[in-house]
């Protein structure tokens, strides 16, 4: 993580014309433990822009995999797929492992202490 911090600041901060930003400053990762997991995270991936108030449909969203199923006929599916497995439905905190990057320097933060 902190060589990805790193490597992508510096990037940025070029583009920018900019020092010491940090881009990776607050990050955590979640185990998929089962399929439920998967799907409830495959659908979060779709609707998180609608939730932040990007779009309002996540087929506006041009960087979303939405389209790519919407485009293969998948509509129905997609739609009993967010009806069964909600975005963010039975997240447990205690399975989120956080990594905080300050400086460049990440800390990893134990399940169950994130927070």
């Known amino acids: 993580m902190k060589r ?17 930003r940090s ?10 433990r089962d399929e439920r997991s998967f799907w409830t995270r495959f659908n979060y991936i779709h609707y998180n ?3 932040h108030g990007y779009v309002r449909e996540p087929e506006e969203w041009e960087f979303s995999s939405y389209c790519h199923y919407l485009q293969e006929g998948s509509e129905g599916w997609l739609t009993s797929c967010r009806e069964e497995y909600p975005p963010g439905e039975g997240e447990d905190e205690n399975q989120r492992t956080e990594v905080r990057v300050s400086d460049g320097d990440a800390v990893r933060i134990p399940d169950g202490d994130a927070g």
């Open 49 to 51: 822009p609608i939730k």
């Open 23 to 32: 881009v990776w400053y607050s990050y955590w990762d979640i185990c998929v």
């Open 4 to 20: 990805l911090n790193g490597r992508s600041s510096r990037e940025l901060n070029l583009l920018d014309k900019k020092q010491g």
